[in-house]
């Protein structure tokens, strides 16, 4: 059962005691419970979590109602935030920025960075937000080894997986060999010709998004080659496969759908609100349209998975009470 559900559960119950009507809205109410790790007072203010996720000292909670006002709430919950992401209490943080001088001027230096961060990243729109957060890492400087592993190779040998037109998309495992000094987008170029090839005659002939509009992903992981004039050895992903003796494999997928996965809007072009493909174009689909858009509502918690999976915090930003308006955590 989820907090949300089990807070309504208890507000049904209420409903039929006297003086219901002076509790006022159940949004003024957290539950709290003692958890297991500091064996303090915790507020739980993610609702979407379940009762049996909790690590509490004890498998007992209350409602308590933490303010009257929405801004005060507003501001607790974002100092949950924090306390959860750095494991530090905003209090511990607050008390020692008042004992030491440089603790508070520290803060408020790593909070002009992060707001100057988030300036830069947002003047450049969605598409370097999402190169901040995925790129994949470059190293141009070639070692020894690494040099001496590319003279003893006639090409640069990838393999890319792509999907065809045919219904259910069925995936291909294509392998090239390309000039050893060959960029990102004249990769993207031939994979995009080997694909075209690949679904003519068997499926008919589809019009192609421009290579222009696609990314290189680094296979089973969330990075993407983003920078079209570098060359693939200057990736470190690229140079770990050759000095392992591994092919490297790299999958394309539309600029627009990694901008979809991470909550970005969509690419703007002259003349439109927002960028989308001509209607009149069948694209062949990228590798993530065929796991489908999923149940966009469902939430898991952390405790029940079993596979691997990684978090990206954007930003996270000081909310110091009494001095500011509440700033937001991402």
Not at 183 to 212: F, M, N, W, Y
Not at 301 to 314: E, G, K, P
Request: glycine content about 4%.
């Amino acid at each position: 059962m989820s907090l949300s559900s089990l807070k309504a559960y208890l507000w049904t119950l209420a409903s039929k005691e006297p003086f219901y009507e002076c509790l006022g809205p159940p949004s003024d109410y957290v539950l709290q419970g003692i958890s297991a790790l500091t064996a303090e007072g915790e507020y739980f203010y993610n609702e979407n979590c379940t009762f049996s996720g909790l690590q509490l000292m004890l498998p007992l909670m209350r409602l308590e109602k933490v303010a009257d006002d929405s801004q005060t709430i507003e501001q607790n919950k974002q100092n949950a935030m924090i306390a959860k992401i750095s494991t530090i209490s905003q209090a511990d943080l607050n008390a020692a920025a008042e004992a030491r001088s440089e603790v508070a001027w520290t803060r408020q230096r790593l909070l002009s960075m992060a707001d100057a961060n988030v300036t830069r990243l947002n003047a450049g729109g969605p598409v370097a937000v999402a190169h901040y957060l995925t790129a994949a890492a470059q190293q141009p400087k070639l070692t020894t080894s690494l040099q001496r592993c590319l003279r003893h190779i006639p090409h640069l040998t990838i393999s890319a997986i792509c999907v065809d037109c045919s219904d259910p998309p069925q995936q291909h495992l294509l392998a090239l060999n390309l000039p050893k000094e060959v960029t990102v987008a004249s990769a993207i170029k031939e994979i995009v010709d080997a694909q075209t090839r690949l679904v003519k005659g068997e499926v008919g002939c589809h019009d192609l998004d421009p290579a222009s509009k696609y990314l290189l992903k680094v296979c089973c992981s969330q990075e993407y080659l983003f920078d079209p004039e570098s060359a693939l050895i200057h990736y470190m992903y690229v140079q770990e496969c050759l000095e392992k003796g591994e092919i490297p494999r790299l999958t394309p997928v539309l600029l627009e759908d990694v901008l979809d996965c991470l909550g970005l809007p969509p690419l703007e072009t002259p003349g439109t609100t927002e960028y989308r493909p001509a209607t009149t174009l069948t694209h062949l689909p990228s590798v993530i349209e065929l796991h489908g858009e999923g149940d966009v509502e469902a939430t898991t918690d952390v405790w029940d998975l079993r596979d691997y999976f990684s978090l990206t915090v954007r930003s996270a930003q000081k909310s110091a009470v009494g001095v500011d308006a509440p700033t937001r955590v991402t």
